[in-house]
C-alpha cells in the first residue's frame, strides 16, 4: 500500500489546489484517536489521507475508508500533499507515479452507486463474485460477448489486474466493482441474472459468518436469478461443500446439480496448483425456478434537525450499540475547526457493515457519499439520527 513516512510536515492553508487535486481541510484527533486526517478531491471523488503519528516520525497513506482508485492517484496524492506540507521524508514507495493499463480501462471500474442508480439491465447479466486472477471472469467474457458481466473483488491487486487484461484484450462487456457481494446482490433488479459464479471462496472454518454462503445470499440469488439462471459454486473444500449443500437442500422450487472433478473449460493458477496436489474440485449448481417481485431502492439518508457540535462532543460515546438486525459504532471524534466536527463510525449489518464519516457543521452529512439503501442500514440511520439528536 503507497505510503510516506516522515520526520515532520507542516499543516498549510486550506482550501488548496495542486494539479488534479484539491486539499480542503485538515481533522485533528479530539476523541479516541491520536491520528489527523486530509480531506481532498480528486476531480470530484473526494477521500481522505490519514497521518499516524509513531514515535518520532508519522506515516502518511490513504484512509481505508475512503481510499481511492487506480493506486497511482493515491501515489500521486501523497507526493503532492509532501510538497505542500514540507515534508521531511524518511522514507517513500511512491515510485512509477503514472498510469498504467489498468487506468486506461478505469471506465470499466464501477463503484456501487453506478449499479443502484442504473443497474445495466440492456443485456442479460452474469456475475463472478471474488473473481481472483479474473482467469475464468475474462474467458467467458470473451466466449460470450452479448452478455454483460460484472466482476466483484476486494482484492486491489486483483481488480487492477482485470482491468488491465480488459484494456489489453478491448473487452466492451466487462464491469468491476470492489465491494461486498453478500451487499451487492440486494441492489440487483429481480430476475435479470443468468449465471453467478463463485469460485473457490475462502472456506472461513474458523470465522463462519464470514462466508458468502448463507441463507440470506442464497435468497437473494434466488431472487435476482431468472427462471432458469445458475448460482455455481465451486470449491476444493469439503467441508465448504457439505455446508453450502445443507443450505441449498433447504431450498424450495431449485434444481441441484452435484460433479465432481469434472475439466473445466479454465481453470486458475490455484485450481492448476491443486490438481497437482490431487486435491478433489467440488461444483454444485442451483437452478431457480421463481420469479420474483421487484425491489425498491429509495430512502433518504439525510438528518431532519440541526447540530448542536458542543453537545455532540461532550455526549460522544464510542461503546458499540448492538440491535436485533443492525449495530452502530461511533469510533473516533476530529475537530476541523470551532464549529466543524468528523465523526467516524460503522453501522448496519453485523455481516457486512457500512463504514463512512458523518461531516458535522451546520447541518450533518454523510462522507464521502451516502449510505447504500440495504435494509440494514436504513434501520441504523433512523437510530444515528436519534442517539445525535438526544
Not at 456501487?112 to 445495466?120: G, K, L, S, T, V
Not at 460484472?150 to 488491465?164: C, D, M, N, T
Amino acid at each position: 500500500m503507497p505510503h510516506v513516512v516522515v520526520r515532520s510536515y507542516r499543516k498549510f492553508d486550506t482550501p488548496q489546489k495542486s494539479g488534479d487535486f484539491l486539499f480542503e481541510w485538515f481533522a485533528e484527533p479530539l476523541k479516541h484517536t491520536k491520528e489527523s486526517l486530509v480531506a481532498l478531491r480528486y476531480k470530484e471523488r473526494p477521500f481522505l489521507l490519514r497521518i499516524k503519528p509513531k514515535e518520532d516520525r508519522f506515516v502518511i497513506k490513504s484512509d481505508k475508508i475512503t481510499r481511492i482508485s487506480p493506486t497511482f492517484l493515491v501515489k500521486e496524492a501523497l507526493a503532492r500533499f509532501c510538497k505542500l506540507a514540507d515534508c521531511e521524508v524518511l522514507h517513500d514507495n511512491l515510485s512509477s507515479i503514472k498510469p498504467s493499463h489498468a487506468a486506461k480501462a478505469k471506465e470499466f471500474y464501477k463503484n456501487i452507486d453506478f449499479f443502484i442508480e442504473n443497474f445495466p439491465t440492456q443485456k442479460e447479466v452474469w456475475i463472478e463474485i471474488g473473481f481472483g486472477s479474473a482467469r475464468h471472469l475474462l474467458f467467458q467474457a470473451e466466449q460470450n460477448p452479448h452478455i454483460q458481466f460484472i466482476g466483484i473483488e476486494i482484492h486491489k491487486p486483483s481488480i487492477e489486474q482485470a482491468l488491465k487484461q480488459i484494456a489489453l484484450r478491448k473487452l466492451e462487456n466487462v464491469l468491476i466493482l470492489d465491494y461486498d457481494a453478500r451487499l451487492f446482490l440486494e441492489f440487483v433488479p429481480s430476475n435479470i441474472v443468468g449465471k453467478i459464479f463463485v469460485h473457490f471462496p475462502v472456506p472461513w472454518d474458523k470465522k463462519p459468518h464470514r462466508r458468502i454462503f448463507s441463507k440470506k445470499f442464497i435468497q437473494e440469488a434466488k431472487r435476482v436469478l431468472k427462471p432458469g439462471g445458475i448460482l455455481e459454486l465451486r470449491t476444493d473444500s469439503r467441508l465448504y461443500f457439505d455446508y453450502v449443500m445443507e443450505l441449498l437442500l433447504e431450498q424450495e422450487s431449485v434444481d441441484l446439480e452435484v460433479t465432481k472433478n469434472l475439466e473445466p473449460p479454465i481453470t486458475s493458477k490455484y485450481e492448476d496448483r491443486w490438481r497437482r496436489l490431487g486435491k478433489d474440485i467440488y461444483d454444485i449448481r442451483m437452478i431457480a425456478h421463481d420469479i420474483s417481485g421487484p425491489i425498491d431502492l429509495n430512502f433518504n439518508f439525510s438528518f431532519s434537525f440541526s447540530p448542536q457540535t458542543d453537545k455532540i462532543e461532550k455526549n460522544f460515546d464510542n461503546s458499540p450499540k448492538v440491535f436485533e438486525d443492525f449495530f452502530i459504532h461511533f469510533q473516533k471524534l476530529y475537530r476541523i475547526d470551532s464549529d466543524k466536527l468528523l465523526i467516524e463510525l460503522s453501522f448496519g449489518s453485523f455481516d457486512r457493515p457500512e463504514h463512512r464519516y458523518l461531516l458535522i457543521d451546520k447541518d450533518i452529512k454523510y462522507f464521502p457519499k451516502m449510505p447504500v439503501p440495504s435494509r440494514a442500514n436504513i434501520a441504523a440511520h433512523k437510530r444515528i439520527e436519534e442517539l445525535l439528536n438526544a
